[in-house]
Every structure is written in structure tokens, then in C-alpha cells.
């Protein structure tokens, strides 16, 4: 059986964010990843990885703002278009 349209779009969505999540710093990438994809609390995700609360939000802030840049990059290379947005 082939995959759908939906199921197309969630796998193109999740290369991109893939591709992305890649071009962080891997404190950055560690930051999102133990955040919002472990969904994980700043305070259990900055124990976790040993450092304080306030140096896990600025990783996650930088992640996000270098994330969104990678997303956006994507979008404008030729080829086919992503349907991710910032």
C-alpha cells in the first residue's frame, strides 16, 4: 500500500526538521531535543544534562532562532517545495 498524501507531508516535514535540528550546535540540539522532544521540564532537562536552568533557556533560545533560520533556508533552495513553516 502507498502512503498518502498526509503521510508524504509528515515524512518531508520530519527530514526537514531532521536537516535542520543538524546544523545546530550540539548543545543547542541537545537543549531542544531534551525539551521538546522528551518533553522534559527546563528544570528535569538542564539536571539531566548538568547545567543551570538559565544557560539551558538561552541553548534553547538560540536553538530555536537557528532552527527557524535552517527551516527557512530550506524553503527558499530550489527543488521541491517544503510545507514546513517558521
Same mark, same amino acid.
Given at each position: ?9 509528515? @515524512?518531508?516535514?520530519?527530514?526537514? /526538521? !531532521? *536537516?535542520? /535540528?543538524?546544523? /545546530?550546535?550540539? *548543545?543547542?540540539?541537545?537543549? $531542544? &531535543? ?7 521540564? =527546563?528544570?528535569? @532537562?538542564?539536571? +539531566? &544534562? %548538568? =547545567? @543551570?536552568? %538559565?544557560? /539551558?533557556? !538561552?541553548? &534553547?533560545?538560540?536553538? $530555536? +532562532? %537557528? ?11 530550489? %527543488?521541491?517545495? !517544503?510545507? =514546513?513553516?517558521?
Amino acid at each position: 500500500m502507498l502512503p498518502g498524501p498526509d503521510d508524504t507531508c509528515k @515524512a518531508l516535514e520530519a527530514m526537514a /526538521l !531532521s *536537516n535542520a /535540528l543538524a546544523t /545546530l550546535a550540539p *548543545n543547542q540540539r541537545t537543549a $531542544l &531535543i531534551e525539551t521538546y522532544m522528551k518533553d522534559r521540564t =527546563v528544570a528535569e @532537562a538542564a539536571a +539531566h &544534562i %548538568g =547545567v @543551570a536552568p %538559565g544557560t /539551558l533557556k !538561552s541553548r &534553547i533560545h538560540l536553538g $530555536l +532562532h %537557528g532552527l527557524r533560520r535552517a527551516l527557512l533556508e530550506q524553503d527558499e533552495e530550489p %527543488g521541491p517545495r !517544503s510545507t =514546513v513553516t517558521a
